[in-house]
């Protein structure tokens, strides 16, 4: 499934791509797509693959294509403090993303039946806190994954104000799907080729719209015990935060709060990178010239390919002028804390232990 938009070179070039195509139509969810490169979820020697619209399968490992995920972030309708769980969450991708818009009082959890998955979806999740230079542009919500069938979850689990289901759920188990959702929640899923969203509008009342057609794999069906029943699976707990925690959390938004105050009073603007152009495609006109008894085609560059060939020139030229220009981007919010008056021990805990 996939293939609605061009490939991209890169994330940016992924995204853009997605936007000109209206599959990412809020900032929010553009600010979520960017901040989380979808390369670093693909196995080694895979990564070319990253930035097609085009879903990706290596063993129990599977990503949907990027026009997938658009949809379901957009119809979801995603708002910071809500609870969220993704029903087969895979490699942590999608959570991944959820969780920077859902910020440090959300609940943010995921169920995935394969046990190889789920540790390499907390491998990649260490790896977006240690490492990746969006960590600290956003407050998050870090995901909890649990292993299990999402057909087996305990009767007795709490309800979320927002559901996603990664596999194609048949008829029958519609009505589980919905009692997991809260009285005004959402919940996104495939049924019977559609990928649907389905709002809760009361105890017993429910609203449901056909975003667009998709492909899913179906549910795994649960396996039974030797008593002949499936056994439950726990959902994480709806854990609340301790004082250390919230100390961080706060103590990270003053600053953060504080560069940006200090950046607008200096009128520095806090702009992206500037983007590559992209390339447009020369066309040749042909013409037709004896040889002999032979008619054979002869390429004819036009005045308008020159221009083109021309233009293009000059913004390879001022691309790589304005990328010079661009200072090597500096973590404030690490600066920062790092020049706090505290112990090295404190300082580690406020970075979240991250070395850059």
Same mark, same amino acid.
């Not at 910071?80 to 959570?95: D, E, H, K, M, R």
């Not at 709490?158 to 959402?186: F, P, S, T």
């Not at 709002?199 to 429910?206: D, E, L, P, S, V």
């Given at each position: 499934?996939?293939?609605?938009?061009?490939?991209?070179?890169?994330?940016?070039?992924?995204?853009?791509?997605?936007?000109?195509?209206?599959?990412?139509?809020?900032?929010?969810?553009?600010?979520?797509?960017?901040?989380?490169?979808?390369?670093?979820?693909?196995?080694?020697?895979?990564?070319?693959?990253?930035?097609?619209?085009?879903?990706?399968?290596?063993?129990?490992?599977?990503?949907?294509?990027?026009?997938?995920?658009?949809?379901?972030?957009?119809?979801?309708?995603?708002? %910071?403090?809500?609870?969220? !769980?993704?029903?087969?969450?895979? +490699? &942590?991708?999608?959570?991944?993303?959820?969780?920077? /818009? $859902?910020?440090?009082?959300?609940?943010?959890?995921?169920?995935?039946?394969?046990?190889?998955?789920?540790?390499?979806?907390?491998?990649?999740?260490?790896?977006?806190?240690?490492?990746?230079?969006?960590?600290?542009?956003?407050?998050?919500?870090?995901?909890?994954?649990?292993?299990?069938?999402?057909?087996?979850?305990?009767?007795?689990?709490?309800?979320?104000?927002?559901?996603?289901?990664?596999?194609?759920?048949?008829?029958?188990?519609?009505?589980?799907?919905?009692?997991?959702?809260?009285?005004?929640?959402?919940?996104?899923? %495939?049924?019977?080729?559609? !990928?649907?969203?389905?709002?809760? +509008? &009361?105890?017993?009342?429910?609203?449901?719209?056909? /975003? $667009?057609?998709?492909?899913?794999?179906?549910?795994?069906?649960?396996?039974?015990?030797?008593?002949?029943?499936?056994?439950?699976?726990?959902?994480?707990?709806?854990?609340?935060?301790?004082?250390?925690?919230?100390?961080?959390?706060?103590?990270?938004?003053?600053?953060?709060?504080?560069?940006?105050?200090?950046?607008?009073?200096?009128?520095?603007?806090?702009?992206?990178?500037?983007?590559?152009?992209?390339?447009?495609?020369?066309?040749?006109?042909?013409?037709?010239?004896?040889?002999?008894?032979?008619?054979?085609?002869?390429?004819?560059?036009?005045?308008?390919?020159?221009?083109?060939?021309?233009?293009?020139?000059?913004?390879?030229?001022?691309?790589?002028?304005?990328?010079?220009?661009?200072?090597?981007?500096?973590?404030?919010?690490?600066?920062?804390?790092?020049?706090?008056?505290?112990?090295?021990?404190?300082?580690?805990?406020?970075?979240?232990?991250?070395?850059?």
């Amino acid at each position: 499934m996939g293939g609605a938009v061009s490939a991209g070179e890169d994330n940016d070039d992924l995204i853009d791509n997605l936007k000109e195509a209206q599959y990412i139509r809020t900032e929010r969810v553009e600010q979520a797509f960017r901040a989380i490169d979808r390369g670093d979820y693909y196995l080694e020697g895979y990564r070319d693959n990253a930035y097609k619209d085009l879903a990706w399968k290596h063993g129990n490992i599977h990503l949907s294509a990027p026009c997938i995920y658009s949809e379901v972030m957009e119809a979801l309708k995603l708002q %910071p403090g809500l609870s969220f !769980l993704n029903l087969g969450s895979g +490699t &942590g991708y999608l959570s991944t993303m959820v969780g920077l /818009i $859902l910020g440090p009082f959300g609940i943010n959890h995921g169920i995935e039946l394969h046990s190889d998955v789920v540790e390499y979806a907390k491998e990649k999740l260490e790896s977006f806190i240690k490492n990746s230079d969006s960590f600290d542009k956003f407050e998050f919500c870090e995901p909890a994954f649990v292993v299990g069938n999402c057909l087996q979850i305990a009767s007795d689990s709490h309800q979320y104000d927002r559901i996603y289901c990664g596999a194609g759920v048949q008829k029958d188990h519609e009505n589980y799907m919905k009692i997991l959702l809260k009285v005004g929640g959402i919940l996104v899923m %495939p049924i019977e080729d559609q !990928l649907t969203q389905i709002m809760r +509008t &009361g105890q017993n009342t429910w609203e449901s719209k056909n /975003i $667009l057609a998709v492909s899913f794999a179906p549910l795994v069906q649960p396996s039974k015990n030797d008593n002949g029943t499936p056994d439950s699976v726990g959902l994480p707990p709806c854990a609340v935060r301790n004082l250390q925690d919230l100390a961080r959390i706060y103590i990270r938004r003053t600053l953060r709060n504080f560069i940006n105050d200090e950046m607008q009073a200096k009128g520095i603007p806090q702009r992206a990178p500037p983007k590559r152009k992209r390339k447009r495609v020369k066309q040749r006109i042909n013409t037709y010239v004896f040889v002999g008894n032979q008619l054979i085609p002869q390429p004819l560059d036009s005045e308008e390919d020159e221009k083109m060939e021309e233009d293009s020139k000059e913004e390879e030229k001022d691309h790589s002028e304005a990328m010079k220009q661009e200072e090597p981007p500096q973590n404030l919010l690490r600066e920062k804390i790092m020049k706090l008056p505290l112990p090295e021990s404190l300082k580690a805990y406020l970075t979240y232990f991250r070395d850059k």
